[in-house]
């Protein structure tokens, strides 16, 4: 099978390609990624020796031309799309480069994609796309979608117009939905790394509000493998949740991760919560387990040792990927909040 992966030098599009190639020595990837400031080319340098199974090819899924030649050149099998603006604080403070990339970057590539007529489609999505949830249930497939961020909404709008692709056009577009991820590779705007990094450096660990947030926390090749089953197995046109069975609050998983690395709970600062911030999100993903075979394997703990282990293992890459960029907008986003 060739691959065309979209947002590739990603957190979860990293884990998928070195996932995909490791299992299927017969399949080859061609990975097409902006590099904005999330992306990281050096994630999978050590691939790019490995061609005709592995290519990198700098590029935006909202150039029509570029994705036309593509998937015209390289005789795609199927497309996993990954491409995202994905951090909500960010989203918040402008929302139009999420619009332009989760949106309409997402809707170029179905339509270049049905031109071409590749045979298989799979969009990833979010949970965040389904709003909050009270202190009871689960999101399933057919929870009405009611995004509460800037993000989310740009997320929900591109699974939307993959419903319609499919409606209209019988395009094979299939569309997962997964809870938070974490795992090697992340990049430290988000929980952990971000909360790893301050504690490491003896530095105020910023909660939100009062913590009590609760997440379904994945590891990352988890929801990797349920991608791999969704483009193997799934049905065209459904959607599918995966989640972790993880659920913990953001002050349980800062607790947990200070416990790990030995750090005082002193550390613990907590800060204007943010606007719009969904209370809580769990995953009923048996839909995923009926269709797919879905489960996840690895437990919150023991994800999170091993996650914090591949950190301290790569500080480099951690100092690489710490931009003045990322450096300017996360001082500007906390000092705002304190």
């Known amino acids: 099978m060739k691959l065309l992966v979209t947002g590739g030098c990603g957190f979860i599009g990293t884990n998928f390609i070195r996932?995909?190639?490791?299992?299927?020595?017969?399949?080859?990837?061609?990975?097409?990624?902006?590099?904005?400031?999330?992306?990281?080319?050096?994630?999978?340098?050590?691939?790019?020796r490995d061609e005709p199974r592995y290519r990198f090819i700098q590029g935006d899924i909202g150039d029509r031309e570029l994705i036309m030649d593509l998937l015209a050149d390289d005789?795609?099998?199927?497309?996993?799309?990954?491409?995202?603006?994905?951090?909500?604080?960010?989203?918040?403070?402008?929302?139009?480069p999420f619009l332009t990339t989760n949106v309409l970057g997402a809707q170029n590539l179905f339509e270049c994609a049905r031109q071409r007529r590749v045979g298989r489609f799979v969009h990833i999505s979010t949970d965040e796309v389904y709003g909050t949830l009270g202190p009871d249930g689960r999101f399933t497939e057919a929870t009405p979608l009611a995004p509460n961020s800037p993000y989310s909404a740009s997320k929900a709008g591109a699974d939307l117009m993959a419903r319609a692709y499919f409606e209209t056009?019988?395009?094979?577009?299939?569309?997962?939905?997964?809870?938070?991820?974490?795992?090697?590779?992340?990049?430290?705007?988000?929980?952990i790394p971000l909360m790893y990094l301050a504690a490491t450096a003896d530095r105020p660990l910023p909660v939100y509000g009062d913590g009590l947030n609760v997440r379904d926390w994945i590891y990352v090749d988890d929801h990797c493998l349920g991608v791999e089953l969704a483009l193997l197995k799934g049905r065209e046109g459904q959607a599918y949740n995966f989640g972790g069975d993880a659920e913990e609050t953001n002050l349980a998983v800062v607790k947990t991760l200070l416990a790990i690395l030995d750090k005082p709970e002193s550390l613990i600062t907590f800060v204007g919560d943010r606007p719009g911030h969904d209370r809580r999100y769990a995953m009923d993903y048996s839909l995923a387990a009926r269709d797919l075979g879905f489960a996840p394997s690895?437990?919150?703990?023991?994800?999170?040792?091993?996650?914090?282990?591949?950190?301290?293992?790569?500080?480099?890459?951690?100092?690489?990927?710490?931009?003045?960029?990322?450096?300017?907008?996360?001082?500007?986003?906390?000092?705002?909040?304190?």
């Not at 950190?311 to 100092?319: H, I, M």
């Open 19 to 48: 996932l995909m190639l490791g299992k299927h020595p017969d399949w080859s990837i061609v990975n097409l990624d902006k590099l904005t400031y999330a992306g990281n080319r050096l994630n999978l340098a050590d691939l790019e």
């Open 75 to 96: 005789a795609v099998d199927a497309v996993v799309n990954f491409a995202a603006e994905s951090h909500v604080d960010r989203s918040i403070d402008d929302p139009s």
């Open 298 to 338: 690895l437990d919150f703990a023991t994800g999170l040792s091993r996650t914090i282990d591949w950190y301290t293992a790569n500080a480099k890459w951690l100092e690489q990927v710490q931009s003045g960029e990322y450096q300017r907008f996360m001082e500007s986003w906390y000092e705002a909040r304190s």
């Open 169 to 191: 056009y019988g395009f094979p577009v299939i569309v997962t939905r997964c809870s938070n991820n974490y795992g090697p590779y992340q990049f430290p705007e988000k929980l």
